[in-house]
């Protein structure tokens, strides 16, 4: 009750400063919460008191709601909208569950490389967690949205590594040396916002819900793959890694047994044992 009125408060306040001083309107949108964490900081170290404010949560509360508050200080309908929307959004969200997603509960990951049991571990995992009462599910992450879509309107009908239309498999991919086309530079960053947009369409209402989410893969194998096959991955180890899950597990096998496995697959690319090679390291980084 007392974050939902320090919220009404601030956000009323946001909106008579914006229509009151001539400085920027979004302005008040960084102050107010920087003067939050600052207050509460010191409230928590000297006086011992309210040590739930100060958390991700509650200033993600206090944005929306100076947001809404500055919004609502301009005159057209669709800005007034939006700006109750997040003001109301900031009153009444319920800050247990961003904790619970900011902390990712219920989150495990399972990674590794090809060929080492990672769908078959998950769904074993599922079957213990619900024969002892626990609601989860599945979410794999090597499927894509604009990735794929993208590619295939550039690469056409490529099939190389994949099935063949004869049946026949095609040969393994050869080490790929870095890529020099627009293109290919920003391949892995494409990869990396599909995965972050299947993270909140697929495992951040699961988690809302007090459910535990399996992912068979996880945003950092993206780096590990496009690393493997010489693509450029500046800063995408720290962007790969920003999300971190409560349980991560890395499932490991020679990389002669990873080939061996995968080649009796259909549909699914073949990679040389020295790419293997290559994951296995950065994995145990």
């Known amino acids: 009750m007392k974050m939902k009125i320090i919220v009404m408060?601030?956000?009323?306040?946001?909106?008579?400063l914006s229509r009151w001083f001539v400085v920027p309107n979004f302005f008040w949108i960084f102050v107010f919460p920087i003067v939050f964490c600052v207050i509460t900081v010191y409230i928590n170290k000297y006086k011992r008191r309210i040590s739930y404010y100060n958390d991700f949560p509650n200033?993600?509360?206090?944005?929306?709601?100076?947001?809404?508050?500055?919004?609502l200080s301009f005159y057209d309908i669709f800005r007034v909208i939006l700006g109750l929307l997040f003001v109301l959004?900031?009153?009444?969200?319920?800050d247990e569950a961003m904790r619970r997603v900011y902390r990712n509960r219920g989150l495990i990951v399972l990674s590794g490389i090809d060929?080492?049991?990672k769908s078959t571990h998950a769904e074993n995992i599922r079957s213990w967690l619900e024969q002892n009462g626990i609601r989860c599910k599945i979410v794999p992450f090597h499927r894509y949205v604009f990735l794929d879509k993208l590619s295939r309107f550039r690469l056409r009908f490529h099939k190389e590594g994949r099935m063949m239309?004869?049946?026949?498999k095609s040969p393994p991919r050869g080490w790929i040396p870095a890529k020099t086309?627009?293109?290919s530079f920003i391949r892995p960053y494409i990869a990396l916002i599909d995965n972050f947009f299947l993270y909140l369409i697929r495992v951040v209402p699961s988690i809302c819900r007090r459910k535990y989410v399996i992912c068979d893969r996880f945003i950092w194998d993206n780096y590990v793959k496009h690393k493997m096959l010489g693509y450029n991955t500046r800063y995408l180890f720290e962007l790969s890694t920003v999300i971190k899950p409560k349980i991560g597990m890395i499932f490991d096998v020679p990389s002669e047994v990873a080939v061996e496995r995968v080649s009796g697959r259909e549909f699914h690319y073949q990679y040389t044992k020295e790419q293997y090679d290559v994951?296995?390291?950065?994995?145990k980084k």
């Not at 200033?59 to 919004?71: A, E």
């Not at 994951?279 to 994995?283: K, N």
């Open 9 to 16: 408060l601030l956000s009323i306040l946001t909106l008579i």
């Open 59 to 71: 200033v993600l509360r206090v944005f929306f709601g100076c947001l809404g508050g500055v919004l």
């Open 89 to 94: 959004f900031g009153i009444l969200a319920n």
């Open 115 to 117: 060929g080492t049991g």
């Open 165 to 168: 239309e004869t049946g026949e």
């Open 181 to 183: 086309s627009k293109f």
């Open 279 to 283: 994951e296995r390291v950065e994995f």
